[in-house]
């Protein structure tokens, strides 16, 4: 019984310095997650609200589609990013890592722009 | 009389841009109208861009033209599908009238022109009936669909179709300026 206990001991002190690295890494995890942020654009009226958005470098974008029509993202310049079609209510999300002006593809009189601060 | 301004001027933008639609004698009566009428006018507008962007799509070979018809099956389909969920949704029975009947008139021949032509000649034709087709069914939807509309809810999707109609008006003219060059 004595020795059972004193096994039971050696395991707990083994298992609390594991479970504490691993606490503290997730820990860690969430601070970096929470240090990027998520901004929005809503796609309305066929326009960008707002038609300029200036985030940090890491930050999200979320666009939101409430339109009555279909749109994209496209990056202007070839290459660059694509979120493919939005449909009507659907949302499209990008981390945001340098400054760029884009368009709606199906739309090209629709234009946008991610300023990086 | 609003009613009547607005077939006036909307049948010189018509004269002028296509010089195919002929509104009838009845289309010219100073009355307000119904939202079934509103709601088969709004249907049908769509529909005749659809229909002319289908032919866009088999006839021509210039990238741009037939990227600009692809964009206007999908648009007015997707107002299409919304005005007949709404319509549906409120219990509104789309009513035949003097301005549908007129549209759909205005299409017959359109179509027939469309028909007789090719190559470059039928880009231009298509593009430049685009041109003024959005520019006469924006001035409908602002002068006549949206006052006239009783029920908020049709008003207010009509006011949603209106930017639109005007994004299409600007890529139409977009496209019309690389197809003339």
């Known amino acids: 019984m004595k020795n059972k206990i004193t096994e039971l ?11 504490s690295l691993f606490s503290c890494h997730s820990s860690d995890q969430q601070n970096a997650q929470s240090s990027h942020r998520t901004d929005t654009v809503v796609i309305q009226q ?31 310049k070839s290459n660059g990013f694509y979120s493919d079609t939005i449909h009507v209510g ?12 884009y368009d709606c593809s199906i739309h090209p009189t629709m234009k946008g722009r991610i300023v990086i601060k | ?18 010089g195919f639609l002929s509104l009838s004698a009845n289309a010219q009566k100073a009355v307000n ?3 079934p009428e509103i709601a088969s006018i709004a249907v049908t507008a769509n529909q005749i861009d659809i229909d002319y962007a289908k032919i866009a799509e088999k006839k021509s070979k210039n990238a741009e033209i037939i990227n600009f018809a692809q964009t206007m099956a999908k648009d007015h389909q997707s107002v299409i599908d919304q005005a007949v969920a709404l319509v549906k949704k409120l219990g509104v029975t789309p009513k035949d009238n003097a301005t549908s009947k007129s549209l759909k008139a205005g299409e017959a021949k359109t179509l027939k022109l469309l028909n007789s032509k090719s190559g470059k000649a039928f880009d231009k034709a298509y593009i430049d009936n685009e041109v003024g087709y959005h520019k006469a069914v924006i001035k409908e939807v602002e002068t006549a669909l949206i006052p006239d509309a ?13 930017p639109v109609l005007k994004s299409h008006l600007s890529h139409a003219e977009m496209v019309q300026k690389e197809v003339n060059k």
Do not use: Y
């Open chain 1, 46 to 76: 066929m326009q960008f609200i707002p038609a300029s958005i200036t985030v940090k470098k890491g930050d999200s974008i979320l666009w939101i589609n409430k339109d009555m029509v279909d749109h994209t993202v496209k990056e202007e």
């Open chain 2, 1 to 18: 009389m609003k009613i009547l301004k607005f077939f006036t001027k909307s049948a010189i933008c018509f004269a002028v841009s296509t």
């Open chain 2, 150 to 162: 009783k029920n908020a809810e049709l008003k207010s999707l009509l006011q949603s179709v209106l």
């Open chain 1, 9 to 19: 001991g050696i395991k707990v002190l083994l298992l609390f310095p594991i479970l």
């Open chain 2, 33 to 35: 109208l119904t939202d």
């Open chain 1, 90 to 101: 659907k949302t499209w999300k990008m981390v945001a890592t340098d400054s760029a002006d």
